[in-house]
């Protein structure tokens, strides 16, 4: 017994008539008639009245109909789940604890691999790193830390610093690295954008706004003008650079203050490393062309 078998006895039971069931189906009335004689044979019952003009199922052919519809209802179900199935092993979530990799990262995914579908999401770090692998949510983190827990494998992914964003015409330190917390700056605008490595900055600008004024922006567009006609200094970073153009023709000077770096890192259940080949590609290629400048 096939399950093609079993589609045609249900559409001609739907119908009622071998000619039209034979239509639909898109195969000839006598080839439809010969499977029926062989279900029938093959269950050792007969399942249906014939008249002249009519085919009915008899009380077996009911019985048999149930049964029929369940398995078939069997087959769409298993089909979906297995398409659902194939797409999920094309789709990989991954949690970012900050913007700026996530900016810089996402589009380069797509470039490497175009049949393949990421889904980048925040995370607060907060939350437990292995339980948010474990549960499912996220197939790989991008962490603001090194993450110890023998549940999960982390490894180093990119250092980002910050950079003093001044136009080239200001008077600039005479050092090739500068502390803002030996400074004194007329203003400093800052884009703000939530994430850990801003989280780590807070205290950091509260001591630098004690000499300098710093003025916040959350809307993009409204802080490159404010730059465009203020000329105020702004703070850029090593990842930023490779996304964002600061207005004017500017000077990048590293920070080396210590809330002015993190080190990015990357974490994953060990049991999915096989399946997560493609994000390993691509992390590789971003921490090579962050490192290569």
């Given amino acids: ?16 008539s071998i000619s039209e069931a034979a239509e639909q ?3 000839s009335q006598p080839a439809l008639s010969t499977m029926i004689k062989k279900l029938e ?18 009380q077996a052919g009911g019985l048999a109909l149930r049964h029929a519809q369940g398995i078939l209802a069997q087959e769409e179900k298993m089909k979906t789940e297995l398409r659902g199935f194939s797409r999920r092993e094309h789709i990989f979530k991954v949690g970012f604890c900050d913007p700026g990799p996530m900016w810089y990262a996402v589009p380069k995914f797509a470039l490497m691999f175009p049949e393949l579908e990421l889904q980048p999401k925040l995370y607060q770090p907060a939350q437990n790193t292995a339980e948010l692998l474990q549960s499912g949510q996220f197939d790989l983190l991008i962490t603001a830390a090194m993450i110890e827990d023998n549940r999960l494998i982390c490894q180093p992914f990119i250092a980002d610093r910050l950079l003093l964003s001044i136009e080239s015409n200001a008077t600039l330190p005479s050092a090739e690295t500068v502390s803002l917390k030996d400074i004194a700056l007329s203003e400093l605008a800052l884009f703000y954008v939530d994430g850990a490595f801003w989280r780590q900055q807070t205290a950091y ?9 710093i003025t916040r922006f ?18 850029s970073t090593d990842i930023v650079q490779h996304y964002r153009t600061d207005s004017g023709n500017r000077h990048f000077i590293p920070i ?11 974490a994953y ?25």
């Fill in 1 to 16: 017994m096939e399950l093609t078998q079993l589609k045609q006895f249900a559409k001609i039971a739907e119908l009622g």
């Fill in 25 to 27: 189906l898109y195969i």
């Fill in 41 to 58: 044979a093959e269950l050792g019952i007969t399942l249906f009245e014939r008249t002249r003009n009519k085919i009915t199922l008899n």
């Fill in 205 to 213: 600008y509260q001591e630098i706004g004690k000499t300098t004024k």
């Fill in 218 to 235: 959350n809307d993009f567009f409204l802080f490159q003008q404010y730059l465009k006609d203020s000329h105020a200094a702004t703070v």
């Fill in 256 to 266: 080396t203050d210590p809330e002015a770096n993190i080190d990015y890192h990357f």
């Fill in 269 to 293: 259940l060990p049991e999915q490393q096989a399946r997560l080949q493609p994000l390993m590609q691509w992390l590789e290629f971003c921490r090579a062309e962050i490192k290569n400048g």
